[in-house]
């Protein structure tokens, strides 16, 4: 079955830096990649989304990329603001079952 | 506009007590509806989902149950708990033809 690794597991950053966050899947099948913020005490929540014929998508301060071939996918937030603290989880699916990773705990500091 | 409704916030329950969590979705028909688990520091672990009414798949063995006994009703139950059941339970719903998930709030569970 799938299996989704998420690094880092928590990630430190300058208000103002960008964070990285990078998942790798095992089953090259999976076809859907989406991307969930959760703040403490509460449900994750979607932010952004690729689908395996794209390459690249952005939505203002934050971007994902995907890369096929390596199976592997990214999240980047730019000029990182204090309310992106969260945990951040990273998904894949092939139909409608989400893998999802361990997340990572961002901390941005002020 | 859909929503999604997830209740209690919290319950503290002791350990042998029966258990039942509701979730109910708003605006949309026929969704997939699943329950997660979410320990502490961890991942979401999906339990179980459902594609229709009374249809359950379970997928992980454990000390809970699932039922969907209205179209947008998905209930988590057990008949005993367990301190290993503490946890953060999470109801999601996505439309058949949809892509991503929408979470309820979640509900979390202290067993004593």
């Known amino acids: 079955g799938e299996n989704v690794e998420q690094h880092p597991s928590t990630l430190s950053v300058q208000e103002g830096d960008s964070a990285v966050i990078k998942c790798t899947y095992s089953?090259?099948?999976?076809?859907?990649f989406p991307w969930y913020k959760q703040e403490l005490g509460k449900g994750p929540q979607l932010i952004i989304d690729i689908r395996s014929n794209v390459g690249e998508k952005k939505d203002q301060r934050i971007a994902v990329t995907l890369n096929k071939t390596a199976k592997h996918f990214s999240l980047h937030i730019t000029e990182t603001q204090p309310e992106d603290s969260a945990v951040y989880f990273c998904?894949?699916?092939?139909?409608?079952?989400?893998?999802f990773g361990t997340g990572t705990r961002l901390k941005v500091l002020a | 506009s859909q929503t999604i409704h997830q209740w209690p916030a919290t319950l503290v329950q002791p350990v042998g007590s029966p258990l039942s969590l509701e979730c109910t979705v708003e605006?949309?028909?026929?969704?997939?509806l699943y329950w997660y688990r979410q320990a502490a520091g961890r991942g979401l672990q999906l339990l179980f989902y459902?594609?229709?009414?009374?249809?359950i798949s379970s997928e992980v063995p454990q000390n809970l149950s699932a039922s969907r006994p209205q179209d947008r009703q998905f209930i988590l139950s057990s008949k005993k708990l367990l301190l290993s059941d503490s946890g953060f339970y999470l109801c999601?719903?996505?439309?058949?033809?949809?892509?991503?998930?929408?979470f309820g709030s979640g509900t979390r569970l202290t067993v004593v």
């Open positions: 605006g949309t028909s026929n969704p997939n």
């Open positions: 998904a894949a699916s092939l139909g409608h079952k989400y893998i």
């Open positions: 999601a719903w996505r439309s058949s033809g949809g892509a991503g998930y929408t």
């Open positions: 459902s594609v229709g009414i009374g249809q």
């Open positions: 089953d090259s099948a999976s076809n859907y």
